[in-house]
């Protein structure tokens, strides 16, 4: 298996424009989180999807940020307007269990975003 | 509620010494306890995990034991290589719930 697949690697945008990033989670993993990893929060759960829908978005950070799961193999994470506070590393994780032992969340390589 | 922490980092070594990086977590009940490793430019990838009290994961030469009585996770290793320079995360998940807890990770660097 190829494992959790991000696109793009990194992105550079300026403040205000939209910015959109992609996952598809290894095949027959029911579950979905994307986090945010920077050096003064650490590593954020943004969102968390199972069987393709959103069970807990607490972790988003206001309403500049939407996530979508349109199906098992995809889902993407979207900023608009962007702002350079959101420049961070964004991770897409998944899981086939979510309980105790069995959550074992397989991570992408992240997107390196920089918002000027 | 749930929380894990780690010693601060960064954390460095010579080839070959001895590794222990703490973590310590307050849960209650009996939660799992993992170690993810990630590599420069990388994801985190799991490293090991135990389930219950006294378990001992392990994985590439790296070792970990789930206290139960001191509610500790530490991560150990006989001898490290230059290729084990990473950031470690320590993290519990509790049965009922889908959530990790992560620790703040530890950057460890290995001098050859």
């Known amino acids: 298996d190829a494992g959790v697949i991000q696109s793009p690697r990194h992105e550079v945008t300026e403040m205000g424009q939209e910015v959109t990033l992609r996952c598809k989670p290894i095949s027959g993993h029911n579950s979905l989180f994307w986090y945010r990893q920077t050096m003064m929060r650490g590593l954020e759960l943004l969102i968390y999807f199972n069987n393709n829908v959103p069970i807990d978005d607490s972790g988003m950070p206001e309403d500049r940020f939407s996530a979508k799961m349109p199906n098992a193999s995809f889902s993407t994470l979207k900023i608009q307007p962007s702002e350079p506070r959101d420049s961070a590393v964004y991770f897409c994780?998944?899981?086939?269990?979510?309980?105790?032992?069995?959550?074992?969340?397989?991570f992408g390589a992240g997107t390196r975003l920089s918002v000027l | 509620g749930d929380s894990v922490t780690q010693m601060e980092g960064p954390v460095t070594l010579s080839e070959e010494a001895f590794l222990t990086i703490n973590c310590t977590y307050t849960a209650t009940g009996y939660p799992s306890l993992f170690w993810y490793v990630q590599y420069p430019g990388e994801g985190l990838q799991l490293l090991l995990k135990?389930?219950?009290a006294d378990d001992k994961g392990s994985n590439k030469g790296f070792e970990a034991t789930y206290r139960k009585e001191t509610t500790s996770f530490h991560l150990e290793k006989g001898s490290v290589q230059v290729s084990d320079s990473a950031v470690y995360f320590c993290a519990l998940t509790r049965d009922s719930n889908y959530q990790l807890i992560w620790g703040a990770g530890t950057k460890l660097i290995i001098k050859p």
């Open positions: 994780a998944s899981s086939w269990g979510t309980s105790g032992g069995r959550n074992i969340q397989y």
């Open positions: 135990a389930t219950k």
